[in-house]
């Protein structure tokens, strides 16, 4: 089955340790980006990957890594979590980033609290 | 700047009857508009997308969405409500004057209940 995994799903942790958020998806897609949701705030980007090795920041990309070793996977990395990155996380994925007209997949969401 | 605009929060509407969740957008040239449904603890799905050509688009689950290019709006309708349909809906633009530098701007999101 075609699909974008993310792990953990739910995840309750305390300011300043260290986590990362694994992507993951099976379709063979060079775009991959990562998304938070906040309430009134829609969804807003963090950041992308047209491919391997290349990363890029979105619109929110303050207090968080990402990297993009292999196609498949595109981790999100909180090197010191704060409250404020409290959110609802989504890891999206679509073929060629030049082919605008490409919709996402979307993973199922990681929900993060920081504490 | 891209951008697009979802002005209702909420959306109720009785099961049967049609409905028709608003977005307008603003972009330099043309757009790429896209609509995504989001269910309780679910990523978004794709629903149905306005690339070029016909101004009426249809897509999954027996939604549509109406192009307008002169009130830059991409209304998403379905003639027939089901309760089914309860959940949360983003409209999505992506100006293609950007290039491959396009980004993908979401609204905040319409939460659309139907009721009994």
């Known amino acids: 089955e075609a699909q974008v995994t993310q792990n953990p799903r739910y995840l309750i942790t305390v300011t300043g340790k260290k986590l990362t958020v694994t992507c993951s998806q099976n379709?063979?897609?060079?775009?991959m980006s990562w998304y938070r949701q906040d309430p009134g705030l829609g969804l807003r980007q963090i950041y992308y990957?047209?491919?391997?090795?290349?990363?890029d920041k979105g619109d929110v990309p303050e207090g968080y890594k990402v990297s993009r070793k292999e196609k498949r996977n595109f981790p999100l990395i909180l090197e010191s979590p704060s409250p404020n990155q409290t959110s609802l996380y989504f890891c999206?994925?679509?073929?060629?980033?030049?082919?605008?007209?490409?919709?996402?997949?979307f993973g199922p969401g990681t929900r993060l609290t920081v504490l | 700047a891209q951008s697009v605009a979802q002005p209702e929060d909420q959306v109720n509407v009785a099961e049967g009857n049609p409905l028709t969740v608003k977005c307008t957008y603003s972009?330099?040239?043309?757009?790429?508009l896209f609509w995504y449904v989001q269910y309780p603890n679910r990523g978004l799905q794709f629903l149905l997308k306005?690339?070029?050509?016909?101004?009426l688009v249809k897509g999954s689950y027996g939604f549509e969405a109406e192009f307008n290019k002169s009130q830059t709006s991409f209304h998403l309708k379905k003639p027939s409500a089901l309760v089914s349909d309860s959940a949360l809906y983003f409209c999505?633009?992506?100006?293609?004057?950007?290039?491959?530098?396009?980004?993908?701007?979401f609204g905040t999101g319409t939460r659309l209940q139907v009721t009994l």
């Open positions: 999505a633009v992506r100006d293609t004057a950007a290039g491959t530098a396009s980004k993908l701007t």
């Open positions: 306005y690339i070029t050509g016909d101004n």
């Open positions: 972009v330099s040239g043309n757009p790429y």
């Open positions: 990957s047209m491919n391997v090795e290349v990363t």
């Open positions: 379709m063979n897609h060079e775009y």
């Open positions: 999206a994925s679509s073929y060629r980033r030049d082919k605008l007209n490409n919709e996402q997949f």
